[in-house]
C-alpha cells in the first residue's frame, strides 16, 4: 500500500510561498520552533525523505535532524518547492516502496517510511498555516493515512519521543483533522496570539 504525496507537498509549497519576512521569527505550534526553524526543519525533511526513497546512504539520512543547528538558505521560497518536488517525484518510484529505508538514523520498511513522509508533511503544513495564518486543506486520503498513524502510536512517551506530544482532548465528532492533530499532541485551536 502506497500514499500519493502530490497534494501535501503542494499544499506545503504554497503555503512557503505565502510566508512574509516578517513572520520568520513568529512562534509555531511546535515547541520552541519559530517559523524560520520549521522552514529548515522542512528543506531538511524534503532532502533527507527524497535520499530515504532513493536507498541513499549518507548524512541526510544517517543522522536525525537538528534544524537548530542549520541555516534557512536565502533562496528558501524556490528552494524548498524544488525539494518538495524532487520528494513527490522520487516516492512516486515503486521502488521507493520496496525493502526497507533509513531516515533521520532510523531504519523502517519502506512503506513505513513513505507513511511518515505523509505525516510529516500533512503535520508541518497545518503548523506552517497555523503559524502564519493562511488556509489549509488535506486531500482526504493523505489525511486518512495520517490519522491510522498517530492513532496506532501509543500514548506512550517512549512511543511518541521524537514524534508527537502526548494526546490531547477533542469534542465528539470534532473533524478528522482536528481529531489527527490532537492525536498528535497539537492543539487543534492554536493560534500565533495565544
Known amino acids: ?3 500519493n504525496l ?10 512557503v510561498a505565502g510566508v512574509r519576512n516578517q513572520q520568520l ?9 519559530t517559523v524560520r526553524v520549521l522552514l529548515t526543519h522542512i528543506s531538511g525533511l524534503a532532502a533527507a525523505f527524497t535520499d530515504a526513497a532513493g536507498k541513499v546512504p549518507g548524512p541526510t539520512t544517517s543522522t536525525p535532524p537538528n534544524p537548530w543547528a542549520m541555516t534557512l538558505a536565502d533562496d528558501w521560497r524556490t528552494e524548498i518547492p524544488a525539494r518538495l518536488t524532487r520528494l513527490v517525484a522520487a516516492w512516486s518510484d515503486p521502488a521507493a516502496w520496496e ?11 519502506a512503506t513505513d517510511m513513505g507513511f511518515v513522509v505523509n505525516n510529516e508533511l500533512v503535520l508541518h503544513g497545518w503548523d506552517l498555516a497555523a503559524a502564519t495564518d493562511q488556509p489549509y486543506e488535506v486531500a482526504e486520503p493523505n489525511l ?3 490519522w491510522v498513524m498517530v492513532f496506532n502510536t501509543p500514548d506512550d512517551p517512549s512511543a511518541r519521543a521524537g514524534l508527537f506530544g502526548p494526546r490531547l482532548a477533542v469534542a465528539d465528532g470534532a473533524p478528522l483533522l482536528d481529531r489527527v492533530l490532537a492525536c498528535a499532541g497539537r492543539d487543534p485551536y492554536w493560534s500565533p496570539a495565544g
Open 99 to 109: 525493502g526497507e529505508t533509513t531516515a533521520g538514523g532510523i531504519t523502517l520498511p
Open 25 to 33: 521569527g513568529d512562534p509555531t505550534p511546535c515547541a520552541e520552533m
Open 1 to 3: 500500500m502506497t500514499v
Open 144 to 146: 486518512d493515512a495520517s
Open 6 to 15: 502530490t497534494h501535501p507537498a503542494d499544499q506545503v509549497s504554497r503555503l
